[in-house]
């Protein structure tokens, strides 16, 4: 069964930076496009950010936009999301996807990451 | 950006009831649209892809259909695990755009 585990959350000031990991496991990481997507606590859900299966192409959301920066690492079988600038309005728990770029819809989702952007 | 508005916000219902949630899109889509079950502190999954798709191992209980700007999501007979929020989820372009959710509570 597919596995994406998420890591590197925590609790960041405003204008700091975190980095997110995700650890594919179970399918041909290489082969799909992946993606961001978060959610505020008691809100909905927000996409993020995707990258295609090579990395050349990303999009973002224009919340995130010259701040948040998606790559991955094909020989890992990680994924990334490097946030920079954080906002409090940053808060929510992240997922890391499968899917969102040749097929936009999001086949599986890791359990989350929880982010919190205080002083 | 297109503009997804689910309705209704909430609804309450019984086990064995048919429960509709209807999505529209602020612009025309096709049949770009997926639907997605989420239970309290776990993370979303996938329903319904391509407006009217089964995604595996997901049971035929759960229906979606439209086109265009108007979608719905069918399940014909609740069950206890049913009881969750839904969003829909346009496909067709960048930004990729959710609903706002529907919960669906036990009446």
């Known amino acids: 069964e597919v596995q994406l585990l998420e890591s590197g959350g925590g609790l960041e000031q405003p204008g700091g930076s975190l980095r997110l990991s995700c650890a594919a496991s179970e399918f041909t990481f290489s082969s799909y496009g992946m993606s961001w997507v978060r959610q505020a606590p008691g809100k909905g859900l927000e996409w993020v950010s995707s990258i295609s299966t090579n990395g050349v192409t990303t999009y973002y959301a224009d919340s995130v936009k010259g701040r948040f920066t998606i790559s991955r690492d094909n020989s890992k079988n990680t994924l990334f999301l490097q946030m920079n600038s954080l906002r409090a309005d940053d808060t929510a728990v992240y997922y890391c996807a499968k899917g969102g770029v040749a097929a936009r819809h999001f086949h599986y989702w890791g359990q989350g990451t929880l982010v919190t952007v205080s002083s | ?107």
């Open chain 2, 1 to 107: 950006d297109i503009q997804m508005t689910q309705s209704p916000s909430s609804v309450s219902a019984s086990l064995g009831d048919r429960v509709t949630i209807t999505c529209r899109a602020s612009q025309g889509i096709s049949s770009w649209l997926a639907w997605y079950q989420q239970k309290p502190g776990k993370a979303p999954k996938l329903l319904i892809y391509a407006a009217s798709s089964l995604q595996s191992g997901v049971p035929s209980r759960f229906s979606g259909s439209g086109s265009g700007t108007d979608f719905t999501l069918t399940i014909s007979r609740l069950q206890p695990e049913d009881f969750a929020t839904y969003y829909c989820q346009q496909t067709n372009s960048f930004p990729l755009t959710f609903g706002g959710g529907t919960k669906v509570e036990i009446k």
